[in-house]
């Protein structure tokens, strides 16, 4: 029988978790679900754990489930634990949007100089979390989704030493049903091939004869006579430029819009930022509204008002990989996992986003190889920003910090990258126990 504990249990994507587990019950032996928050997180965490043992009840089922704020409690023995939790709530995340922008730069949360923030905020955490399970659940396997997944993932392998981690997103989901809904092909009679890093990943695409339909899917999706599609609740649907996808040969993820139309997307968010509705600021409401619906003890069911969030399919990540382990399924997914060669043109030791099936021991990532020139400057670059802001944020390393802000391509270099920096340092100094 299984225990899963789940961190940030008091997020508004829990009742996704639940019907995601509800949903594979015949495959998932559970006997306990633990509920994991903080003292700031306490109502939240009351609200949605209720919520959640409604949907258990109406399924007829007799999975226990515990709200609690003692991590230590829920980790005791635990075969998987999840992690979904974000250090200072929305309210960081609105600093790390807005800060950016009232200098007129991208304050994106998972990639701009907002994400490096997060992920300054998120690593300390993750490896306590790891300290802990060493002591109270030493051969459990880690589910991280909290963002920024890729470099908090890297983290908590490289730096944490907790090789049985799996980082998961929800993007990757979508690109494959875009595909099939763009090629009138079912899902499963596709192969798909996903590389690259964490909310900066390509892919391809080969149908049942052995075909290739990645170019196709780029004029499909992304031509002239089309409207560019973002499947994503969270990003700004500006069109690609379609010539330039077309050159690259692969098909981009939608968070490649904050770089290859920089300008565009800045442009959007500034018009955001100036009438107070940043996505943080959006995303308040939208929780709120749906806190306000898991108030309702009549509620037993995921409401449709939470596909509003980005992280749609997210369970179909999380508790498909779970099960996927459990059963030696061996799922076709998409992991942030150890490189080891997967990608040539990266280190073998850092965490790649990467396709293969997700077998007992884990995922095996299908050989990927070497990325045509003109991505694999920008990924070296990402991924050394990447393994600069882990080295940053353990070592609370000003030097390291300001040489990640120097290099990521969302943040102008010099005195612009310093003074965000400082004031970044500044506003988020409760959460920032390294620095
Ligand atoms: P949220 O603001 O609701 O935070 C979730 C919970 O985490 C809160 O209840 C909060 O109190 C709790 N928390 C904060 N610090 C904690 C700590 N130290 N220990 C335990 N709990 C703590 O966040 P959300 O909008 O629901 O998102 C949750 C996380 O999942 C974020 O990090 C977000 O970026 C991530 N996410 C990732 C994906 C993906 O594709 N990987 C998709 C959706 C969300
Ligand atoms: C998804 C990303 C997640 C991210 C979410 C943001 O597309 O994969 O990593 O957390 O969008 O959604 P939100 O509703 O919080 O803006
Ligand atoms: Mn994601």
Known sequence: ALKIATIGGGSSYTPELIEGYIKRKDELPIKEIWLVDIEAGKEKLETVGAMAKRMVKAAGLDWEVHLTLDRRAALKDADFVSTQFRVGLLDARIKDERIPLSHGVLGQETNGAGGMFKAFRTIPVILGIIEDMKELCPDAWLVNFTNPAGMVTEAAIKHGGWKKTAGLCNVPIGHRKQAAEKLGIPEE????????????????????????????????????????????????????????????????????????????????????????????????????????????????????????????????????????????????????????????????????????????????????????????????????????????????????????????????????????????????????PNF
């Not at 998409?334 to 060669?341: A, F, Y």
């Not at 043109?345 to 099936?357: I, N, R």
């Not at 995922?363 to 990927?368: I, K, S």
């Open 189 to 432: 009679d596709l192969f798909f091939k996903f590389a690259g890093i964490n909310h900066f990943h390509w892919h391809r695409v080969w149908d049942k004869q052995g075909n290739e339909r990645t170019q196709e899917l780029i004029d499909l999706i992304y031509g002239p006579q089309e409207d560019s599609e973002s499947h994503l609740k969270n990003i700004h649907n500006a069109p690609f430029h379609y010539e330039q996808i077309k050159d690259l040969g692969m098909l981009p993820c939608g968070y490649h819009r904050y770089y290859y139309i920089e300008d565009e997307m800045l442009k959007h968010s500034i018009e955001e930022f100036e009438k107070g509705e940043t996505r943080a600021q959006v995303v308040k409401e939208t929780e709120a509204r749906l806190f306000e619906l898991y108030k309702d003890p009549n509620l037993d069911y995921k409401p449709k008002e939470l596909e509003q969030r980005g992280g749609t399919h997210y369970s179909d990540a999380a508790c498909e990989l779970i099960a996927s382990i459990h059963n030696d399924k061996r799922t076709d997914m998409v992991v942030s996992t150890e490189n080891n060669g997967t990608i040539t043109d990266l280190p073998y030791d850092c965490v790649v986003e990467v396709s293969g099936p997700v077998t007992a021991h884990g995922h095996e990532p299908y050989n990927w190889g070497a990325f045509p020139p003109a991505a694999r400057g920008i990924i070296q670059v990402m991924k050394g920003m990447e393994e600069t802001v882990i080295r940053a944020a353990i070592d609370g390393d000003y030097g390291a910090a300001l040489h990640a802000f120097t290099i990521n391509p969302l943040v102008p270099g010099g005195s612009m990258a310093k003074t965000l920096l400082d004031e970044l340092l500044i506003a988020h100094k409760d959460h920032l």
